[in-house]
Nanobody
Framework: QVQLVESGGGSVQAGGSLRLSCAAS????????MGWFRQAPGKEREGVAA?????????TYADSVKGRFTISRDSARKTLYLQMNSLKPEDTAMYYC??????????????????WGQGTQVTVSS
């Protein structure tokens, strides 16, 4: 049974930083794809960033977070991270970790992710 457990959310002022973590268990981690998504009240879910869990760890980002957010992974711990810097009020949302069942092509947030965490709230005040 795949479990994804997020942590690290909270409240911060604009310009501040937060680091989200996602611990995966029961998941075929190697050579796969994991990502971060967010959903603000009244808005559709948005893909934030994705990372290939294989050798080169290639990453993709939404334009709205490029240069501010960094996705990374610790393969030994099967843990995914999202470092969020220069946070803005518009980054306020519930953030979800997600994992793909099987990667057949490029790793992006456009894929149909099979497994989801419970979410962690990020609130940025102005």
């Amino acid at each position: 049974q795949v479990q994804l457990v997020e942590s690290g959310g909270g409240s911060v002022q604009a310009g501040g930083s937060l680091r989200l973590s996602c611990a995966a268990s029961g998941y075929t981690y190697s050579s796969n794809c994991m990502g971060w998504f967010r959903q603000a009240p009244g808005k559709e879910r948005e893909g934030v960033a994705a990372i290939y869990t294989g050798g080169d760890g290639s990453t993709t980002y939404a334009d709205s977070v490029k240069g501010r957010f960094t996705i990374s992974r610790d393969s030994a711990r099967k843990t995914l991270y999202l470092q969020m810097n220069s946070l803005k009020p518009e980054d306020t949302a519930m953030y979800y970790c997600a994992a793909l069942g099987q990667l057949l092509g490029d790793c992006t947030t456009d894929l149909l992710f099979s497994f989801w965490g419970q979410g962690t709230q990020v609130t940025v005040s102005s």
